[in-house]
Structures are given as C-alpha cells and as structure tokens.
C-alpha cells in the first residue's frame, strides 16, 4: 500500500527552525520526485519546493528561498524540508506529494498525497 507520512510539525516562534520529514512506504524514491506543498485556513494549496529523483536543481517558490532546503535520502525513504527563519505567515498544513521522476508544472500533476503535518508560527 502506497503511503506518504509527514512529521515534524509543531509550534515556533518566529525567526524559530523546524525540519519536516516525508516517510514513504509501498514504493521506493529513487524514481520518484517529492514536492512540499502547504495550505493556510481559507487559502489554497501552495506549493513550496520540489526535487526530482535525480536531486537536481531543486524548486522553490519565491517566499521561501533562502530560507528552506529540501533534501533527499533514498536509502532511507525519506524527504526533508529544512525550513529556517520562520515567519507567522508560514503558518499552514505542509504536505509532501509524490510525482514520476521530475517536478510537475501543476500541483495536479501529483499522484499521490500525504495526511499533513500542522506548521505554527507564533509569539
């Protein structure tokens, strides 16, 4: 059975770190690439970064560069995001998405979607 597990979520405050973790099992990453998407109360689905099953050049969408890293290690089955110099406006539900080999333009495009791990940014 497919499943995606994210954890490592929890309460911070700001300018705070946190490192998100994405398990996977029933299936191997090596051919898969890995999106962290978040989505806010009355907000829409964002996505945040990708990397693509050969770890190369890794997206980010633009709030976040310089301030999050995601990483890979697929002996483990494992996908991180590094998420440093936290802002209350990261507050959200992070979710990690699996796709065939390389990022996706959509977020559609993803097959398959873990249950989210809550990210809190506050005083």
């Known amino acids: 059975q497919v499943q995606l597990v994210e954890s490592g979520g929890g309460l911070v405050q700001p300018g705070g770190s946190l490192r998100l973790s994405c398990a996977a099992s029933?299936?191997?990453?090596?051919?898969?690439?890995i999106g962290w998407f978040r989505q806010a109360p009355g907000k829409e689905r964002e996505g945040v970064s990708c990397i693509s099953s050969s770890d190369d050049s890794p997206l980010y969408v633009d709030s976040v560069k310089g301030r999050f890293t995601i990483s890979r290690d697929n002996a483990k089955n494992m996908v991180y995001l590094q998420m440093n110099s936290l802002k209350p406006e990261d507050t959200a539900v992070y979710y990690c998405?699996?796709?065939?080999?390389?990022?996706?333009?959509?977020?559609?495009?993803?097959?398959?979607w873990g249950q989210g791990t809550q990210v809190t940014v506050s005083s």
């Open positions: 998405a699996t796709s065939y080999l390389t990022c996706p333009r959509s977020l559609y495009e993803y097959d398959y």
């Open positions: 029933g299936f191997t990453m090596d051919y898969y690439a």
